[in-house]
């Protein structure tokens, strides 16, 4: 999260060009074309969890702790905080957590569905980034335009009814059909060897 002793010197003209420079830095990580996952072994307050919130999977040790913190500041999360974790554990939940700024650790994380996994601390402090790359090394043999895709149907129709999530997924679909990579994927299979995929 942010720096709190640093934050308290800033004029308020300052802490909305930081909020607002977070909240665009925070945006674009959801943007971004790729699968990425947030590994959290330690403390992710604040900035830190809404960061982690725009990540499209979330691993942390059963030691890290994690919250919106925002309003014992009295301040509210600002950088997606409201509106990502409503999206990833409820409505409900999403308003106790933030309105009591409740700090939780990765067990009581995974089981609200904030966390898709959760492992124990290793001797080195780098379990969870440990389990990220773990996770990173299943999606790398995929085929990268379809996986660009993927995350694009999802992100979009998450968004919208479910008739217009299902043409966007169609559209979507459209867009892997021409690929030398399918191609690739569909000789790979009958040849009964890995496919070489190049994102073409």
């Not at 607002?20 to 699968?35: H, Q």
């Amino acid at each position: 999260g942010a720096d709190l002793k640093e934050r308290a010197k800033m004029h308020s003209s300052e802490v909305s060009s930081f909020v607002s420079k977070a909240r665009a830095t925070i945006n674009e990580m959801a943007n971004l074309p790729v699968p990425t996952i947030a590994a959290i072994d330690g403390t992710a307050l604040g900035g830190g969890l809404e960061l982690a919130l725009a990540c499209d999977i979330r691993v942390a040790a059963s030691s890290a702790k994690m919250g919106l913190v925002e309003t014992k500041l009295a301040i509210i999360p600002g950088a997606g905080g409201t509106q990502r974790l409503p999206r990833t554990i409820g409505v409900s939940l999403a308003k106790e957590l933030i309105f009591s700024a409740r700090i939780v650790d990765g067990e009581e994380a995974k089981s609200i569905g904030l966390i898709s996994h959760v492992v124990e601390q290793n001797e080195a402090g780098d379990a969870a980034y440990r389990r990220a790359l773990a996770l990173a090394r299943e999606f790398l043999p995929q085929g990268p335009v379809a996986m660009r895709v993927a995350k694009l149907a999802i992100n979009q129709g998450m968004e919208v009814d479910l008739v217009t999530g299902l043409a966007i997924e169609e559209a979507c679909y459209a867009q892997t059909i021409p690929t030398k990579d399918r191609i690739e994927g569909l000789l790979a299979f009958k040849e009964k060897r890995t496919p070489r995929y190049k994102g073409e």
